[in-house]
DNA sequence: TTTCTAAAAGCAAATTATTTGCGTTAGTGA
DNA sequence: TCACTAACGCAAATAATTTGCTTTTAGAAA
């Protein structure tokens, strides 16, 4: 039950889901996760059950489909003026918000859902490579060198996000900042 | 709602318990995932659904509970005379068992689990600590150098463990053995 | 061993969620 | 404007979940 993302884009399809992902929205920061149900959202979106049925499949699908967009950044990493800075308090920004019990709650729905596709985790780790890029590119319009945006993802991203899933323990602001450091120590 | 381990282990609820086990592996080599039911479950070990859900709460709660016992090494990692070769193979082997399809399923299973507490996918990371932990271990006894178990962590089980997570495409061979070489480079 | 106790299982009724068939509404393209 | 059809609403049917109560049974005490 792939979700359309191009079909009938200004009506009263677009209303609905805009109404529904609204309603969990405020629905997730009432209440208890697993106290939230398909009918409740429903009554609250002022559509009936079946409509959310047949779109979204089931609660799973839908909480992923709320959370990608939830985790689709808001705007480029700051310029800070070198490439290791913007790196540095991009990578800090994204521990901190990963971390959050709302956030890994997030990333939880987007995991889960995968069940036919893997596009929503995709569509997350896309969302991480273009901020890195973005910072790569600035870097190399400065004339910076910089590492690849693969070895960043391996190096930097990778070990903050498994210890935020695995791990009890979040990753500390020392603990980012010495990742990036060991990035940039062996290159120049 | 947690499992308990260690109540009136030698009874009818240990039955139970294997009974249900079973029969959740048995549906899953079955069928699709999301086509298996508590009451299925239940049906498959002779058991009422209610005792199910007592246990268990949910079916998340149960298929989590059910994957970190299969994802438990049932032994330690291959002895192959130097502590570079041990750690490739057993990164090879990890890689491997992760990026297949039951083993992703495994994963997201564990990770969609945590609602109250984080000691499932806690559990797999121990694991994983531990096999490493074994090998740093054996490096040591034999005078060999080799790099702290979180070092291993955050550079090799990390990216392995993002890529399978979240890229479509899990870490080739030759990916895997990257990062080790990567671990041995700097040191010793 | 026998008896007592309470944790866990079974059963069935009540509730709640999900599916489905069919009629209706409302964008879209001619 | 009109015809077409995807998507919605409604309601009935089915399936899953919860819950109160009874029965079983492992483990402890006599």
């Given at each position: 039950?792939?979700?359309?993302?191009?079909?009938?884009?200004?009506?009263?399809?677009?209303?609905?889901?805009?109404?529904?992902?609204?309603?969990?929205?405020?629905l997730?920061?009432?209440?208890?996760r697993?106290e939230v149900t398909?009918?409740?959202?429903?009554?609250?979106?002022?559509?009936?059950?079946?409509?959310?049925?047949?779109?979204?499949?089931?609660?799973?699908?839908?909480?992923?489909?709320?959370?990608?967009?939830?985790?689709?950044?808001?705007?480029?990493?700051?310029?800070?003026?070198?490439?290791?800075?913007?790196?540095?308090?991009?990578?800090?920004?994204?521990?901190?918000?990963?971390?959050?019990?709302?956030?890994?709650?997030?990333?939880?729905?987007?995991?889960?859902?995968?069940?036919?596709?893997?596009?929503?985790?995709?569509?997350?780790?896309?969302?991480?490579?273009?901020?890195?890029?973005?910072?790569?590119?600035?870097?190399?319009?400065?004339?910076?060198?910089?590492?690849?945006?693969?070895?960043?993802?391996?190096?930097?991203?990778?070990?903050?996000?498994?210890?935020?899933?695995?791990?009890?323990?979040?990753?500390?602001?020392?603990?980012?900042?010495?990742?990036?450091?060991?990035?940039?120590?062996?290159?120049?």
């Amino acid at each position: 039950m792939n979700i359309r993302e191009n079909i009938r884009p200004g009506g009263r399809s677009a209303r609905v889901q805009a109404s529904v992902h609204k309603a969990v929205r405020e629905l997730l920061s009432k209440m208890d996760r697993n106290e939230v149900t398909i009918p409740l959202i429903a009554t609250e979106a002022g559509v009936t059950p079946s409509t959310i049925y047949r779109r979204w499949g089931d609660l799973q699908e839908l909480l992923a489909d709320v959370a990608v967009e939830r985790l689709r950044p808001d705007a480029p990493p700051k310029d800070t003026g070198s490439a290791r800075t913007d790196l540095e308090q991009w990578a800090e920004q994204y521990a901190d918000e990963m971390a959050s019990g709302p956030g890994r709650a997030m990333i939880r729905d987007v995991l889960s859902s995968v069940g036919a596709d893997t596009r929503n985790a995709g569509k997350c780790c896309g969302y991480t490579r273009e901020q890195v890029q973005v910072i790569a590119e600035r870097a190399h319009d400065r004339g910076e060198a910089f590492p690849d945006v693969e070895a960043v993802i391996d190096e930097v991203v990778a070990p903050i996000m498994y210890r935020i899933l695995f791990d009890d323990a979040p990753p500390t602001s020392a603990k980012v900042l010495s990742l990036v450091e060991g990035m940039f120590a062996g290159r120049s």
